[in-house]
């Protein structure tokens, strides 16, 4: 069963918000690059999708298959060691985007 229980209900619910904001912010981050054609903006935007969109994105489906008893429950630690890679290196571009100059 995904989610049984309200509370169960409130953290599917709150980590779908959390994907579609942080997917919107993203898109947000890439139209701010594609305006002003800024290498940092580009390196800012390209953190913010694998941080806010991919790394969400996947954990949040990811969630669904091992609750849901899709996806072997063996799996599950490679599976969050994949989602931490996403969020390393997405912080690593944001990073990266406030210390280079244009």
């Known amino acids: 069963m995904l989610a049984n229980t309200p509370i ?5 619910v709150v980590s779908f918000a959390a994907t579609a904001v942080g997917t919107y912010v993203a898109y947000q981050a890439y ?3 594609r ?4 290498r940092p903006m580009q390196y800012l935007s390209i953190g913010l999708v694998l941080l806010l969109g991919v790394s969400f994105v996947s954990a949040f489906f990811g969630s669904l298959l091992f609750r849901g008893g899709v996806a072997p429950s063996e799996y599950r630690r490679p599976f ?5 890679s996403f969020q390393l290196l997405g ?3 944001i990073a990266y985007s406030l210390y280079r100059r244009s």
């Open 8 to 12: 169960g209900w409130a953290i599917l």
């Open 31 to 33: 139209r701010g690059y």
């Open 35 to 38: 305006r002003h054609q800024s």
């Open 80 to 84: 969050t060691l994949l989602v931490r």
């Open 91 to 93: 912080v690593s571009f």
